[in-house]
């Protein structure tokens, strides 16, 4: 079983900054890209930003200059660095990551429970 564990989210107030972090754990074989989505009251789910095995990254167009995405591959920890924080960016954050877990040998997403981040002064 994978489990992820997510940590970081606070109420901030707008410029204000915050660091998201996402620990995946368990029975592991491989592990591939892994990434942020948010989602606000009576809004779709959006990507935040992805980060793939090899480093590359992904942002969305609303987060590109101010949120920077990273992974720590010995720590299978991904974190999410917010600066100049605005009110629209409040919303709970979830962590994903794609894995091949040794229980099934099936490359699958994993979602993390999520973490609420406030903008608001």
């Known amino acids: 079983q994978v489990q992820l564990v997510e940590s970081g989210g606070a109420l901030v107030q707008p410029g204000g900054s915050l660091r998201l972090s996402c620990a995946a754990s368990?029975?592991?074989?491989?592990?591939?890209?892994m990434g942020w989505y948010r989602q606000a009251p009576g809004k779709q789910r959006e990507m935040v930003a992805d980060?793939?095995?090899?480093?590359?990254?992904n942002y969305a167009d609303s987060v590109k200059g101010r949120f920077t995405i990273s992974r720590d591959n010995s720590r299978n920890t991904t974190f999410l660095q917010m600066i100049s924080l605005k009110p629209e960016d409040t919303a709970v954050y979830h962590c994903?990551?794609?894995?091949?877990?040794?229980?099934?040998?099936?490359?699958?997403?994993?979602w993390g429970q999520g973490t609420q981040v406030t903008v608001s002064s």
């Open positions: 994903y990551v794609n894995v091949i877990p040794f229980n099934t040998m099936l490359r699958d997403n994993y």
């Open positions: 368990g029975s592991i074989f491989s592990i591939y890209g």
């Open positions: 980060i793939t095995s090899g480093g590359s990254t």
